[in-house]
């Protein structure tokens, strides 16, 4: 398989399939052109960078980790094979980097004491409920693993299907709905009835 348009007829059962300007540009990744690459990246950035400081929530380590990821796009350019959307591997990919940079700090991947950095967009429409909103939202989202976390923000923020989050995650559906299952739990009785709405 050496062209997006294999890829785009081999998409799996994982929602939509990649846009054509995905394909378009990844099939110029693959051919080595460099402009290809650099539009990609421009592409990507902006959600993996959001992504990647949720989950990581170390600003310093956010670029080293994507431009880690996006190294082994092009590098590893030809293992993509269109079994999912060209982002589900591009976030599996990031994933997995994340984790093993959240290893290095000898962080535990299922530690409940991990942290994380609330959306601006879930809050009441008046200023200072807003702010203590966040706040409190700030502070239940910080006792959530980094699994934990990373399916709040692939659901929530990324509004991205159980499928696609275990092909990124590398887990089965099933891991995915109880992770986030044990998260909505968590948050419900950490936000104490706050944003009941919302989990």
Same mark, same amino acid.
């Given at each position: /398989? ?11 059962? =994982? ?23 650099? *539009? ?20 310093? /380590? ?15 350019? $030809?293992?993509?094979?269109? *079994?999912? +959307?060209?982002?589900?591997? =591009?976030?599996? =990919? *990031?994933?997995?980097?994340? %984790? +093993? ?14 942290? /994380? ?25 910080? +006792? ?5 976390r990373t399916v709040v923000d692939l659901t929530y923020f990324h509004e991205m299907g159980y499928r696609? =989050?275990?092909?990124? /995650? ?6 995915? +709905?109880?992770? %986030?299952?044990? *998260? ?6 950490? %936000?104490?009835?706050?944003?009941? $709405?919302?989990?």
């Amino acid at each position: /398989m050496s062209d997006g348009s294999v890829a785009h007829r081999q998409t799996g059962d =994982i929602g939509n399939v990649a846009t054509p300007e995905d394909l378009r540009l990844f099939a110029g990744v693959r051919a080595r052109e460099l402009d290809a690459f650099e *539009a990609l990246y421009r592409l990507y950035h902006p959600r993996l960078a959001r992504f990647l400081l949720n989950l990581l929530r170390r600003p310093q /380590m956010v670029e080293e980790v994507l431009n880690d990821t996006l190294l082994v796009v092009w590098e590893r350019s $030809d293992t993509f094979r269109g *079994a999912s +959307k060209l982002s589900t591997w =591009i976030f599996a =990919i *990031a994933y997995r980097k994340a %984790m +093993k940079a959240l290893r290095r700090l000898d962080e535990p991947v299922e530690d409940r004491d991990a942290e /994380m950095r609330p959306s601006d967009g879930d809050a009441p429409d008046a200023p200072l409920g807003r702010h203590r909103t966040q706040e409190a939202l700030l502070a239940a989202l910080a +006792k959530l693993s980094p699994d934990h976390r990373t399916v709040v923000d692939l659901t929530y923020f990324h509004e991205m299907g159980y499928r696609e =989050i275990a092909a990124i /995650m590398d887990c089965p559906v099933d891991t995915v +709905k109880t992770r %986030m299952f044990h *998260a909505r739990r968590h948050l419900r009785r950490l %936000m104490d009835g706050e944003l009941a $709405d919302w989990l």
